[in-house]
């Protein structure tokens, strides 16, 4: 089975640009988590969707991020505008529905750098 | 507040050797995970533990539970270089009806295991 799916990979650009990170969750997984990882604050819950429905948006740094999951397989972070200390590895997660007990799987993650 | 710290957050031993990585919890939890990550890789899933005293083995990694003492422990038993990776242990402080599936994730301890 595909694990989770995120593109793009890598991405570069200039600070003040619109970023977007895409994210694919296993299917049949109801919940979705994005995380941020970066050496000073290690891991960071940003947000998660239960059921396409965002639940716990606390995570999100300012209003210059918003995510959204118009439907049961894909999901968009945003940045808008972008700034340097925004860059970091952005994971999304996917899990069964909650209280299942089984484990997050992790997708590859996207390298951002913010110039 | 809800918090997990790792101990150590760095770790060099020699082959062979066997040692133990700590996660202490802040508060009531039965669902703790532990994730490995290699450098610039995605997250994976090592153990899932849901009771007090639950233990579960993996090769020459076994992880144990205890919720009374809300402690966590991955034993590294005969240390091969396979195993130098970033561990990290997170806890599910979601129950009952508020039963999120969010995750509150600990440091990371490093591990580096010399020839």
């Known amino acids: 089975d595909a694990g989770v799916i995120q593109s793009p990979r890598h991405e570069v650009t200039e600070m003040g640009q619109e970023v977007t990170l895409r994210c694919k969750p296993i299917?049949?997984?109801?919940?979705l988590f994005w995380y941020r990882q970066t050496m000073m604050r290690g891991l960071e819950l940003l947000i998660y969707f239960n059921n396409n429905v965002p639940i716990d948006d606390s995570g999100m740094p300012e209003d210059r991020f918003s995510a959204k999951m118009p439907n049961a397989s894909f999901s968009t972070l945003k940045i808008q505008p972008s700034e340097p200390r925004d860059s970091a590895v952005y994971f999304c997660?996917?899990?069964?529905?909650?209280?299942?007990?089984?484990?997050?799987?992790f997708g590859d993650g996207t390298r951002l750098s913010i110039l | 507040e809800l918090k997990v710290e790792q101990n150590p957050l760095f770790l060099s031993m020699q082959e062979g050797k066997n040692y133990t990585i700590y996660c202490n919890y802040s508060t009531t939890s039965d669902r703790l995970y532990w994730y490995r990550q290699d450098p610039g890789k995605s997250l994976e899933s090592l153990f899932v533990?849901?009771?007090?005293?639950a233990v579960k083995q993996e090769g020459r990694l076994m992880a144990s539970l205890d919720t009374k003492a809300r402690l966590s422990t991955l034993h590294i038993t005969a240390a091969v270089h396979d195993l130098s990776a970033t561990y990290f242990c997170a806890v599910d402080f979601s129950r009952g009806s508020s039963n999120t599936g969010k995750l509150i994730f600990g440091q990371g301890t490093t591990l580096q295991v010399k020839p």
């Open positions: 533990l849901l009771s007090n005293g």
């Open positions: 299917s049949g997984h109801n919940s």
């Open positions: 997660a996917s899990s069964l529905v909650p209280g299942s007990n089984q484990p997050q799987h």
